[in-house]
């Protein structure tokens, strides 16, 4: 007798995350053959499909290119990982959230087919990915936009040849399964690509690996700085690029929009997302792109939650354009930092990277196999010579002795990982209930 299958989300997560022997495991064969039997290599997952690889900066240009997409009418479909609360965000359909019971019909099509045949086992994430794939499949929208998870050429997400393959940024990040060769991880994300198709690069600092993939695959390249550039720092800034083209050679006239508005998130990524549209073979009308940028959100990066600003960043690369930021903004108090990261990320670099802004630091434990503790994280602050002010056990309680310890012209970053912030976002909410998020775009950035 077959076992049944779960009947409520969180009992479908329970069951994936016990069903491989290892949380990841790098390879495209075994989700190949899944997705085969599946029929989702069979026939195209959307109408365009962008995929977006990079060490930093992948969740904002996913967010951009999803909102300028819907403000031209588009129908969209978009898969990012990890989750900051609900794993429901992780799929999007139509700017919403896929709800319970489409994730868990994708799960179960996932069953059936790695169960048809030589039973394939799967990681968490692979069935994640097929399953999103599968529901997007369901209704295929104009456009589907695809995150990559970790590196890029051996990723589940990469099942799926895209029509304009995406590389934001590229540093040190996940050294246990990609290295700290940053040339061979230049190569893993550029393995995205595909023969004849754009590939836009977001990023003036890109290994030279990037554009050699690129090269021999005969992928176009579309690079920031060259092709397509941005002028302007905030509020008002122009974007001049290639216009779209159905050839994907960018033989077009350079397309011009003016007086974009300040999304709150990099510019670069914007840029970035605007030409990858473009490539897509949308004509970008400047109202619509306006709007857009305008009404962005993507909770967790630079959010500001009254004197509290979330953000994921958890390698150097990410914390010094947090402390870059913060520094642009002064504010007439402390900067305090609650700190919380995973054991197997450089923790070192990014207090670096932070200490010029930051005066106290509020070390928090994460829990998990791959967690490192409040005491770990204070020796090495102190080491440095950093004030650490308090060691909480778990980034909850830190937001606990915070609300106790602020002025009103101090300021909290909270930083170091996706689970630090999706454990903050809901606990302030109850524990400076008094507080309200800021949803002002444009304001996210200003110090309280």
């Keep these: 007798m077959s076992e049944a299958l779960p009947t409520t989300l969180d009992a479908w997560l329970a069951r994936l995350e016990a069903a491989h022997p290892v949380g990841i495991d790098l390879g495209l064969e075994r989700v190949a053959e899944v997705a085969r039997r599946m029929g989702l290599l069979a026939r195209p997952l959307a109408g365009r499909v962008i995929t977006v690889a990079g060490t930093n900066g992948k969740g ?83 456009l589907a936009i695809l995150e990559v998870g970790l590196g890029g050429r051996l990723d589940a997400v990469n099942i799926i040849d895209p029509d304009v393959a995406v590389v934001t940024t590229v540093a040190q990040d996940h050294a246990a399964f990609l290295g700290t060769d940053l040339e061979q991880i230049g190569r893993e994300k550029a ?117 509290w600003c979330l953000d994921v960043g958890h390698n150097p690369h990410a914390a010094s354009y947090l402390a870059k930021r913060l520094q642009a903004r002064p504010c007439r108090g402390r900067t305090l930092a609650l700190l919380a990261m995973l054991g197997d990320k450089d923790a070192d670099g990014v207090i670096a990277a932070l200490a010029p802004v930051i005066d106290g630091w509020v070390p928090a434990s994460l829990a998990g196999e791959r967690a490192r503790s409040a005491d770990e994280l204070a ?63 444009s304001s996210r950035e200003v110090a309280p």
């Design 60 to 142: 904002s240009t996913v967010a951009m290119l999803e909102a300028l997409a819907r403000a031209h009418g588009l129908t969209t479909a978009t898969y990012t990982s990890p989750h900051l609360v609900r794993y429901n965000e992780r799929l999007r359909l139509d700017g919403e959230e896929a709800d319970d019971a489409a994730l868990m019909a994708g799960f179960e099509a996932v069953e059936q087919a790695r169960l048809a045949g030589e039973p394939i086992s799967l990681t968490y994430f692979e069935v994640g990915t097929l399953g999103a794939q599968w529901a997007i499949s369901r209704r295929p929208p104009d």
């Design 191 to 307: 393995g995205i690509m595909r023969a004849g198709r754009p590939a836009v690069l977001g990023s003036h600092t890109l290994p030279a690996s990037v554009r050699e993939t690129a090269a021999k695959l005969g992928a176009p390249v579309h690079a920031l700085g060259e092709a397509f550039t941005r002028e302007g720092e905030a509020e008002g800034w122009c974007w001049r690029g290639v216009g779209s083209d159905p050839r994907g050679s960018g033989s077009d006239p350079a397309a011009f929009l003016s007086d974009l508005p300040d999304p709150g998130l990099p510019l670069d990524n914007a840029a970035t997302a605007l030409q990858a549209l473009s490539l897509a073979d949308v004509t970008l009308e400047v109202d619509a792109c306006r709007q857009a940028l305008a009404s962005v959100r993507l909770p967790g990066r630079m959010q500001w939650w009254g004197q």
């Design 379 to 441: 020796e090495r602050l102190t080491a440095r010579g950093e004030s650490v002010m308090h060691r909480a056990t778990s980034p909850g309680e830190a937001v606990e002795w915070l609300v106790t310890q602020l002025g009103e012209e101090d300021r909290v970053l909270v930083c170091g990982s996706f689970l630090t912030v999706g454990e903050v976002l809901p606990r302030l909410a109850s524990v400076a209930g008094s507080v309200q998020t800021d949803t002002d775009q």
